[in-house]
């Protein structure tokens, strides 16, 4: 989770990219500590995170037999706008080598402490800057 600042608000705990992200969020169970009035900007892999929240917006898939309209990929292009900066705080974070390369260290839960080292240099940069 980040703020329009790019500043990282939450980090869950690492699991293999196996996992769906809809899933793993349903598991921390954070939608239910987010205030209504707080508009979450998800994508598409958080399908159904509307039900559970009032004010989502998730942008919207078309197919081969109902392409989507004008309107709605205009819609979709002011979500990835917007969205656009938790991408940035992701790149943000890879900037430490150590979260993009494989890690062969077996010790519990080191890859977790990895994540909070980046994201804290990562919004630490970002207040210095």
């Known amino acids: 989770m980040t703020d ?3 500043k990282i608000g939450f980090i869950p705990m690492i699991k ?21 009035e707080v ?7 958080f399908q ?3 039900k559970q929240h009032p004010n989502t917006q998730i942008p919207k ?13 205009q819609e979709n292009k ?3 706008g917007i969205r656009i900066t938790v991408e940035h705080a992701i790149a943000g974070i890879k ?11 077996r010790k519990p839960f080191i890859d977790d402490t990895f994540l909070l080292l980046s994201a804290g240099l990562w919004n630490f940069h970002l ?3």
């Open 4 to 6: 329009e600042t790019r």
């Open 95 to 105: 900037r430490l080598g150590c979260m993009t390369q494989i890690l062969r260290n």
């Open 16 to 36: 293999n990219g196996r996992r769906h992200d809809k899933r793993l969020l349903d598991k921390v169970d954070i939608i239910r500590h987010i205030p209504p």
């Open 78 to 80: 002011i979500i990835s």
């Open 61 to 73: 898939k078309g197919t081969r037999k109902r392409p989507l309209s004008p309107e709605q990929k």
């Open 48 to 50: 159904g995170i509307d």
């Open 39 to 45: 508009t979450i900007w998800a994508d598409t892999g």
């Open 127 to 129: 207040r210095t800057a």
